[in-house]
């Protein structure tokens, strides 16, 4: 099945500051989306971006389908921030789930 | 609003009993799926659904059930057979068609399931 690794496996980061987030995928998708797990669990969804560019607010998400990479930035972090980046993917051959990488686990500091 | 709703927050089950977890939508999606996320890990799928009366096997799927007889539910039940049940249960749900709008999956808040 196609594989899904996320970059870097924790983040520490102070309040303020800058970060980029990795998505390397093995195959072709049709959907890719970024979530944000909060500390209740509650997955949001931040971005549906199979390719391009998209921006809301402080966070961003690019995706080049054509090298299978795709990268989340967050810019002037807040302590709310803090919580598990998951990437997941869904390849584009039929009916195909929602495949999740392992996260990222980011902690902004004060 | 439109969104899934998932109860209960927390359960609690003894061994060799089976509970049902509730899923409900009310975005009008065609398709469902039943996550399960341990400690520290990323979700790995139980069950999907594309269309009422249908459902498929994920990765993990012994020791689960489900059902789906109306589009807008996907009840979860989680039989004394899975030996380790203690975890975190999201359910989810798509429009399973792509290429047009901006789709993806939207998920409700989970159950937590405990063993005692």
């Known amino acids: 099945g196609i594989q899904v690794e996320q970059s870097p496996p924790d983040l520490i980061l102070q309040e303020g500051a800058n970060s980029t987030l990795r998505c390397n995928f093995s195959d072709s998708v049709n959907n890719l989306q970024w979530f944000h797990q909060n500390p209740w669990g509650q997955l949001i969804n931040l971005f549906y971006?199979?390719?391009g560019t998209k921006q809301n607010g402080r966070l961003s998400a690019t995706t080049v389908a054509t090298e299978r990479y795709s990268l989340l930035y967050i810019s002037s972090s807040q302590t709310t921030d803090s919580g598990v980046y998951f990437c997941?993917?869904?390849?584009?051959?039929?009916?195909?789930?929602?495949?999740f990488g392992t996260g990222t686990r980011l902690l902004v500091s004060p | 609003d439109g969104g899934i709703t998932q109860s209960p927050k927390y359960l609690f089950r003894k061994e060799g009993q089976n509970v049902t977890l509730s899923c409900e939508q009310n975005l009008n999606h065609d398709a469902m799926y039943w996550y399960r996320q341990d400690p520290g890990q990323g979700l790995r799928l139980i069950y999907y659904?594309?269309?009422?009366?249908?459902?498929q096997k994920g990765d993990i799927a012994e020791g689960y059930s489900v059902s789906r007889e109306k589009k807008e539910s996907f009840p979860l039940t989680v039989t004394s057979a899975q030996k380790n049940p203690t975890a975190f249960y999201l359910c989810?749900?798509?429009?399973?068609?792509f290429g047009q709008g901006d789709y993806g999956y939207t998920f409700g808040s989970g159950t937590r399931l405990t063993v005692v």
């Open positions: 989810a749900s798509s429009i399973p068609t």
């Open positions: 971006i199979p390719s």
């Open positions: 659904s594309q269309i009422v009366n249908d459902f």
């Open positions: 997941a993917v869904e390849r584009n051959t039929g009916f195909q789930k929602l495949v």
